[in-house]
């Protein structure tokens, strides 16, 4: 059984920044696509950055430059590193995996997806 749980969200001001992680287990070995998602208040969800078996990152262009995605393998933990935190970055974090072979840009597509972790709030203030 696969599970996912986010960790390290909270309540910033602009310009902070937060880790968010993310332990997976029963997702072993590890194919393709691991991403992070987010939904704000009267929001779709959209992706905010994944990274593939290869290591190939892809970010939203409201996030680039400002979060790193990474992945240690040995430890079975994702991270979302945001920084320069911005009001509407402010919503529910999500992190995802993936079962299907596609990676490299496909990693920020809900479509792909089949597990998911109940998500942490990131809330961010002026």
């Known amino acids: 059984q696969v599970q996912l749980v986010e960790s390290g969200g909270g309540s910033v001001q602009a310009g902070e920044s937060l880790r968010l992680s993310c332990a997976h287990s029963?997702?072993?070995?590890?194919?393709?696509?691991m991403g992070w998602f987010r939904q704000g208040p009267g929001k779709e969800r959209e992706g905010v950055a994944g990274i593939d078996s290869d290591k190939w990152t892809t970010y939203a262009q409201s996030v680039k430059g400002r979060f790193t995605i990474s992945q240690d393998r040995a430890k079975n933990i994702m991270y979302l590193q945001m920084n320069s935190l911005k009001p509407e970055d402010t919503a529910m974090y999500y992190c995802a995996a993936a079962r299907s072979p596609l990676g490299g840009n496909w990693c920020t597509r809900e479509a792909i997806y089949n597990y998911w972790g109940q998500g942490t709030q990131v809330t961010v203030s002026f």
């Open positions: 029963g997702y072993t070995p590890i194919r393709n696509c």
